[in-house]
Structures are given as C-alpha cells and as structure tokens.
C-alpha cells in the first residue's frame, strides 16, 4: 500500500511541476514584452528627453539591435537547446552581411549565437543554484570588412529559479535530553533545514516544519522547527528513549513542495522521583563471636528505581538493644548498607542482637517532596554463633616481687586464666621459655603460681619479663599468653668499697695531721633512704699506725698524716687499711687498702721524685699480676724455640729414602739425568735390551694388581750406531704403558727418561751420586755464604744425619 502511495504521490508532483514551469514561463514573457515596452524596443530613435547640467539638451541614442528574452529557466528537460533570444541590428539589411558574435560568460560553451539571424540558444541543462545569472557581451560585424556596424553592448541572462531542491536538515540524526516529569513546553532542541532554491522569489524556499512520528509526547514548532513536550509525567523508569521524526517542507508547506526529514533521538533525564524501598522488611544475618572488629556482620540492599546520584542512599541505625556495639557505612559503589561490628561479641554473654536500620537519598529533589517520604525501615536481627576460644586471663599483665636473697622454690604469685566456653575447660600453665633462657622461674601447671627456680640477684638483673601461656586441656591448639613483670628487690647483701683506685702520696718533709687524701666509697646496693658510709682504721692498725682516718659524715673521709716526716730511705711505701661500713641492716663492711707512696716534694708540696717500688705501685700492677705476665712471656718463648726446631727438623730430612727407587726421586725433585752417556745413573743397557727385563717383576710404587696382563712386542734389538730403534723401542713402550689402566702417568718420566744423543756438557745429572756407592762432600757449600745455606743444609753433613 506504501509503494502505491508513493507512486501517487510522484504523479501528482510531477504534474504539479509542469504547472509551475508553464506559470513561469509565461510570467518570463511578460516581464520580456514589458522591458521591450519601456526601452522602446529599438535603438536609433531619437527625441529629446531632456537637458544636462550645462544645458545642453539629451537626445535618445538610436538601438542597433534588440532582445527578445533576458531570462532563462532551469532545469530545461526538452531536446532541442533552449532559445534565450534574438540579436538584430539596424544595419541588417537581411543580405547576409552582418555577423553576430556573442562573447562573456558561457559564450561558445554554454551559449551560441547564430552569426547570420542573432538568435542565441543554451547548449546545456543549467542550475541556478550553481550560477545565478551570466555577464554577456554582443557585437556586430561587417562579413567582408570586419568593421563594427555597432558598437559593443552588454546583457545579462538570468537563470529563473523553479523549485527543484528539497529542505536539508543540518543533521542527520540529532540527539538530546530532557528531563523526565517535565511540563508541558518545556524546550528539547531546535532543528534547522535549508533550501537551496531562491528565496527572493515566489515560496520554493519557504520551509515549514512538521512532526510525522513521537506524537503525542513531543510538538515541532512549524516555523522555527523548536521541539518541545507535548505530555506531562514522562517517567524514565517507564521508557526511556524516545524516536522522533520531522518533516521539513517547502512551499510553505503546499501540496507539490519537496519535503526532507530527520531523526531526533530524545532520551529522559533521571530526577529524583522515586525513594529508596528495601527488599525485605527483616533480615537475619549469623556471625561467629570471634570476628575482629571492624569485621562485615552483614550486608543489606535497598532498592532504587532511580540512576545516578538520584540513587544514592545513606544507611543509619535508629535503634538497636546492644548500643555501639555495630556501625552500618554506605558502600558507594554498589549502594549497600555494609554493617560492621564495633565491640567485641561474646556468646556467653549475649547471643542475639536486633537493629532499626533507615535508608534514605542522599539528594533530594524538593519538586518531588509531595511524592513522599524518601526514606524506608527495616529491621535487622544478629544471631551470635559459639566459638571455642582460648583461655582468657584475669588481668591484662601481672606484675610481682621477689627479694633477690629468697629461696629456690620461693612462690612470688599467681596467674588466673578461664575458659570463657560453656564447656568450662581446665587450663594448663606454662611458662615461654624463649622469655626465660636462663630458666630462673617456673610455674605451677594446675594453679598458676609462679616460683623460684635458681637464686637472685639484683645487682645483675633487676627486672625479669616472662610470658605465661595457658592452654586449654580438652583443646591443646588453644593458646593465651600474659606477660609477667617480676621486680627483684634490693637485699644490704653488698659491701661497700672504695669508689676508684686511688694513687695516694706523702711527702718527706709532711707536718703531722696534714690531709694526703679524700676518700669515697660506692655500694651496688640501693636502699629506700639512700647511702650512708662510714669510715675508720683497722683495728689491727690503730697502735702502730703511721696515718690516721677522719669521717666526715657525709660520706667521704680523709686520710691524715700522724708525724711530721717520712724517709723514703727506710719505707718507702705505706699500706693503710680502711674499714668502710654501711648503715643499713644486715651492715656490711668491708676493708680497703690505700697504698701511700713517699716521695721527695718540693716546699710547695709537689712530687719530685719517687723510687723503683713506688712507681710499680704507682702503675696499679700487684706482684701476681707481674708474675703472670712473665709467665705468658716464657710459654711464648717456648712455642717460637719449638716451632724453629722442628722446622730445622723437616729441612734435614734426607733427600733420598731409598738408594733403589731412582724414579721416585726423579718425579718428585723435576732432576734431570746426563742423557745416553750418563750409564751410571740408569743402565741403558735395559732401554736397548728389552729381553733383560724381569717378567715377573713388580712395581714398588703402587699395589700389583693384574686386572690387564702386560702386552710384549717383539722388538729389534738395537745398536749403538742406530739410535732410530731405540726412539722406536721407546715409542713402543710409552703406547704399551698408556694403555695399561693400572700404571700411574708419572711413571713414565722416570722408566723413559731418553734426551738423545749426547752432551757437550757431559752429564749434569744428580742421580749418580746417589747410585753410585761413592762418598762426595758438600761442606764447601756452607762456605759459600747465606745464599747457599739451603743447599748446604741439604747436602751437608754426615750420612748418619741424613739417613736419620
């Protein structure tokens, strides 16, 4: 039904176009005859139409030629070329003699001019649209001379506009947002469509907007193609995105315009207009009471129909019977209401918790206020599962004391730690001892009670920091600790001794009761009321004492002389024994020497001089510390004398073991033999004999084992006078020895030790002397000076040493 619409349709629009183009063409004839009309239609006429400014009077110049048409159609759809008009000059007599000629815009391509009648004609279809109007220029010519009959004249061609382009939108497709609930009116987007037809001239051009698909949400305003609501309360949450297709038509919109469309793609805005619902009225969650704090309890959802920040929600507790003891934050990701724990759960306790939760938008939108409240409640109900928990002590940490002078096996304190569970499980202590290496205390196992195990003392450790584990009996895996602090208190177990080392002297010409030093005392014990000394001389001392000892009350005391002088000569050094006690219960004392030196002084009382004695004294070292001292420096000297001797032991050790086993010596000391001529050191005759060689004789350097029997080779015997049989006797023997797996690879330096021919040099080999049953003496090397001593130490000498 559609395609025969349309068929309609274009029949009735192309006849409606013949109208149009039949209307023009006869109004283009008219205004012609009307512009002939008031031009007078000719040139050459004359008449006076008036005078110039200087007087003198215009005449009416004479026409040469005419036109019989200035304006043109588009568009032209017929054969034959379209005529545009007629040139004619006065001086055409008709005989053929004038030629026209047309030049300007267009002339010979899009327009041609008969030479002979004038008449011009448009070669081709013309588009106002694409050139409104062409700039032409006539002439006319003598044929023969070529001479102008007129002169040149200049005409304008008009290209008639007819309604040949539909409205285009600006757009194909344009897009826009309005929010949903909007009222009547309310603006969405404005389309535009141009025409590209002339708009000076009759309604081609004139577009006139219509809504032909979205009715009846959206109205198009026909003039200025504004869409705008047509519907009030459109919910996005009903539908959303809306279609909507204009019409834009020319001719004001008459029957026979060409039209244009578009598509308006509107989509609704979200508002805030719907609040937030939970899904459920009660919800019931159930938790361990071991969760941590800070822990998810639950997690709960309330609903909104609503996008975006419309549908942000803010989650609250209202009401709960366990006050603080959960919390409930927004998850702004996912708008969940996430309900954490607060305070620790204990199902011994309490084991059921029940919460008021609200939930409301976080933007409201006051247009919607009479919609209702955007908020809503639900109930929430917390079930406390049981755990089986470690023990829990009664106190956070303990702290004890223990004096340092208490007994092994002292009890100090106690632990207390209880299953919290309804099963009320025994508890076992015991005692880390990764906090107590040195296993000073031990615990009770059943009652907690914390007891000695070795004695104290305060001086060397004050405090003690142990951690106390109680386990549960039925569930071992069950574990608590504690730490346990003990404070050792302080026991007058320590007398007190003098503060430091005092160098004391006493001048030969000293007065009596003069003051030599001033003397402290400090103790490692620390009582409640602080130190408190005193001092005074030796009761074995006081008869016959050279010094006397005054208490000054406050903790020091001074030493004084009791006559007037002192002979370094007869004693040179005094020893002062000097009682210092403590004030606290038990007392404590103690007896400190103070060594006095005499020395010679000058008149103002300063050191001069002091003896041997004395200055040992002064340096601090007792006779035991002498001694032990000289005894380190003998052991040292010792080690250095044995450790010399034996070195000189080692390098008198003989070069030679064995007078037999030449080849030995040779590997180990790299010595080479004097050649073929050196028949002492080895016998040749073995090398050019190989008969000669035992068979069954064994090597002496490794155990005979034989895995592989040896492989003889009949061989030539050789000569003298051809040495090349002993090269390849040689060469022989060294393949037999390489493949044999039992011999060593030294061996063969010392059984194949051939260097040639001969020797110039004679032979140089040190074997000789030791095959050889001949003595040779070597002490000259001794005289040859240090550089020589290892040789000398190495050769020299009796036998008897070297064979020891």
């Not at 349309?6 to 023009?24: D, H, P, T, W």
């Amino acid at each position: 039904m559609s395609n025969g619409c349309e068929s309609e349709n274009n029949f009735v629009s192309q006849k409606v176009g013949q109208l149009i183009l039949l209307q023009n063409t006869l109004l283009l004839f008219l205004i012609s005859v009307l512009f002939f009309w008031t031009t007078g239609g000719r040139r050459g006429s004359t008449g006076l139409t008036g005078q110039d400014a200087n007087g003198v009077p215009l005449r009416r110049s004479k026409r040469g030629w005419m036109w019989n048409q200035f304006f043109l159609l588009e568009e032209y759809t017929g054969t034959d070329m379209q005529y545009v008009g007629k040139l004619h000059s006065d001086g055409d007599r008709g005989d053929g003699s004038v030629r026209y000629v047309l030049t300007g815009e267009g002339a010979g391509s899009l327009f041609k001019i008969d030479e002979k009648s004038g008449d011009i004609h448009a070669t081709k279809r013309l588009d106002r649209e694409e050139k409104a109007y062409y700039i032409l220029h006539a002439k006319a010519i003598n044929r023969f001379t070529n001479e102008a009959l007129e002169g040149q004249s200049e005409f304008i061609i008009k290209i008639h506009d007819i309604n040949d382009n539909e409205p285009r939108f600006t757009k194909d497709v344009y897009t826009a947002r309005v929010p949903e609930m909007s009222d009547i009116g309310t603006s969405v987007i404005q389309v535009t469509a141009t025409d590209a037809d002339d708009a000076t001239y009759g309604n081609s051009a004139r577009v006139v907007y219509s809504i032909l698909e979205g009715q009846p949400y959206f109205s198009v305003d026909p003039e200025t193609g504004l869409i705008k609501t047509a519907l009030p309360g459109m919910d996005r949450e009903v539908k959303e995105n809306y279609q909507v297709v204009i019409q834009a038509k020319d001719m004001a919109g008459q029957m026979g315009g060409l039209s244009g469309t578009t598509t308006v793609s509107i989509t609704l805005s979200d508002v805030n207009d719907n609040p937030p619902r939970f899904t459920k009225t009660l919800y019931e969650f159930r938790v361990p009471e071991s969760v941590e704090l800070g822990g998810t309890v639950g997690v709960i959802r309330a609903m909104d129909a609503d996008i975006g920040e419309n549908a942000e929600m803010d989650y609250r507790i209202i009401g709960s019977d366990g006050p603080g003891m959960f919390d409930i934050t927004t998850n702004r990701s996912t708008q969940d209401g996430v309900i954490v724990l607060r305070k620790p759960l204990d199902f011994e306790r309490k084991r059921q918790y029940s919460l008021r939760v609200q939930v409301e938008n976080a933007h409201i939108n006051p247009r919607f206020f009479s919609v209702g409240p955007f908020r809503d409640e639900a109930t929430v109900k917390i079930v406390v599962e049981d755990v089986d928990e470690p023990p829990v002590f009664e106190r956070a940490s303990y702290v004890m004391e223990v004096k340092e002078d208490a007994a092994r096996n002292t009890i100090i304190g106690s632990v207390s730690a209880s299953d919290p569970d309804d099963k009320n499980s025994l508890v076992r202590y015991t005692i880390d001892r990764r906090t107590d290496m040195d296993r000073v205390f031990n615990i009770h196992a059943g009652n907690g009670s914390v007891y000695t195990l070795r004695e104290l003392d305060r001086e060397e450790n004050a405090w003690h920091n142990i951690s106390v584990l109680a386990t549960e009996f039925n569930n071992p895996r069950q574990i608590s600790r504690v730490p346990v602090y003990i404070r050792v208190l302080d026991v007058n177990d320590n007398a007190p001794t003098f503060a430091t080392n005092y160098e004391t002297f006493v001048c030969e010409n000293a007065k009596a009761n003069q003051r030599i030093q001033t003397v402290s005392a400090t103790d490692p014990d620390e009582p409640l009321g602080g130190h408190r000394f005193f001092f005074g001389l030796a009761q074995e001392a006081a008869g016959k004492a050279n010094f006397s000892v005054r208490d000054n009350k406050d903790n020091t005391a001074w030493i004084l002389t009791r006559r007037n002088s002192y002979n370094s000569l007869q004693k040179s050094v005094y020893h002062v024994p000097v009682v210092i006690s403590d004030g606290e219960f038990p007392m404590q004392s103690s007896t400190s020497t103070l060594t006095v030196r005499v020395c010679t002084c000058d008149r103002e009382g300063n050191m001069k001089l002091c003896n041997a004695e004395a200055l040992t004294a002064r340096a601090g070292l007792s006779t035991g510390a002498l001694v032990a001292i000289l005894l380190c420096v003998i052991i040292l000297l010792m080690i250095v004398v044995l450790f010399a001797a034996l070195r000189r032991q080692r390098k008198k050790e003989p070069l030679i073991i064995s007078k037999e086993d030449v080849r030995d010596n040779v590997v180990s000391y790299n010595d080479e033999g004097g050649g073929e001529e050196d028949t002492q050191a080895f016998d040749i005759g073995t090398l050019r004999n190989p008969e000669a060689i035992e068979e069954s004789k064994q090597r002496r350097d490794i155990v005979p084992e034989t895995f592989y029997p040896p492989v003889r080779r009949p061989v030539l015997p050789p000569t003298r006078d051809n040495n090349g049989d002993v090269r390849d006797f040689i060469n022989q023997r060294l393949v037999d020895n390489d493949s044999d797996p039992t011999a060593p690879p030294y061996d063969s330096l010392a059984t194949y030790a051939y260097e040639g021919n001969g020797s110039v040099a004679e032979s140089l080999s040190s074997l000789e002397s030791v095959t050889t049953e001949g003595d040779q003496d070597y002490n000259y090397l001794s005289e040859w000076g240090p550089r020589f001593k290892k040789l000398a130490d190495m050769y020299g000498g009796d036998d008897s040493d070297r064979d020891s």
